[in-house]
């Protein structure tokens, strides 16, 4: 095994390992064009430029990376002046974005560990909030989260360099935090969120001591920005692996840190059918992504949200409330909970009220009713939801069933067979006025048609 002493600003970790191209797997052809280009510009001009991140560790899985990100020792400015198609962003991390088409390409200056009282480095009660002080490969490599996300890629030889027993724990499968996980997680408590996620979406463990930390520190999730917990919501339960992450983020006690009501609701007896529309849900989605087919955040609220307000509407019809008060009462107050921890944009949970206010609708089947539902815009996620809380009751399973059925049939037929049902009084069902032409519909199961 290799080692490199170290040139300059002593690391806090000694040596790097280095694992020459005949000993890993990584190939160029795996590494997008828009990377590759900007890997050797940086290289010829000077720099030192290195893959880092999840694409190196994807790549040494066998994996397609989506975004690749690239380290150097080119300060943003720097990296501006190699490429017309490249602007600086952040401002807790500046980093440069080279845009090639629809590729943009991460590009990060190498961080440094210690603070130079310059005030680019900020911490308060313990978290980072700015982090721009530039330093040495060694050093950036310990400040990143976990060891199989601090391997590089060195455009230089092709080697790949290991400063921190990345290649062990990835042969391991061990998602192991660097330094000691207390204050890393202290620093940044999302950090928990991606060990539960990143050990759902690679079937990894997680290392016994990274772990041990969440009973304790879980709580500081609570001082996360909602908005980045909104952003890293969508990367556990839609990139494809939201089923793994819903199961991780339970097992490892985070889920009530996140969506409390849920983890409530989900730990109350009788919660079967809920457990069951929300696993369904995430399974559903997996697959959407994995055939490259649309998700939306809507849906996924949706569900997660749904015993909430269905027993808080509930609580409130028992104790005399109108259902039609009810309703709206406890589908806001579910919502204005929820967006403590998680900023759902608006476009979103309007969405979700109307998947749920819709719920109450599919009971009446007189023809006016029916119909008027069947032309509903939200009409398609609601009986997908409708179809996924078919195990609440046998009502529901048979009401369900029902919807299915009268999508499939002739609506002149659906029309003739719902005249035979009688109209409750207070229905003001209209006589079969003359009808326009029903487009026909398809039972066909696609939940994302919830489209935003
Ligand atoms: P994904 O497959 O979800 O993209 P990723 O590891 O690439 O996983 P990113 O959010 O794209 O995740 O982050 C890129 C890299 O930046 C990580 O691999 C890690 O090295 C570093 N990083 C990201 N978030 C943090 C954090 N909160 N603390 C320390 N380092 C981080
Ligand atoms: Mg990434």
Known sequence: MNSESIVRNAPVDGAFRIIPRAEHSISRRDISPGALRVLYRLREAGFRACLVGGAVRDLLLGGHPKDFDVATDATPEQVRAQFRNCRLIGRRFRLAHVVFGREIVEVATFRGSSDDGSGDRHLVDGRLV???VYGSIEEDAVRRDFTINALYYDIADFSVRDAVGGMDDLERRTLRLIGDPEQRYREDPVRMLRAARLAA???FEIAADTAAPFATLGPLLAEAPPARLFDEALKLFLSGYGLASFRALERYGLLQHVFPATARALSGGGSGAFRHLLEQTLANTDARVREDKPVTPAFLFAAMLWEPARATAQALIDSGSDASIAWPSATARVLREQAQRVAIPRRFTLAVEEIWSLQPRFASRTKKRVFRLLEHPRFRAAYDFLLLRAHESAELAELAQWWTEAQEIDQAELATRLNAVPAPANDEAAPPK???????????????????
């Open 130 to 132: 700015r982090d721009n």
């Open 201 to 203: 979406k690679l079937d």
């Open 434 to 452: 003359k009808r326009k032409r029903r487009r026909r519909r398809k039972a066909s199961s696609s939940q994302a048609s919830s489209s935003e």
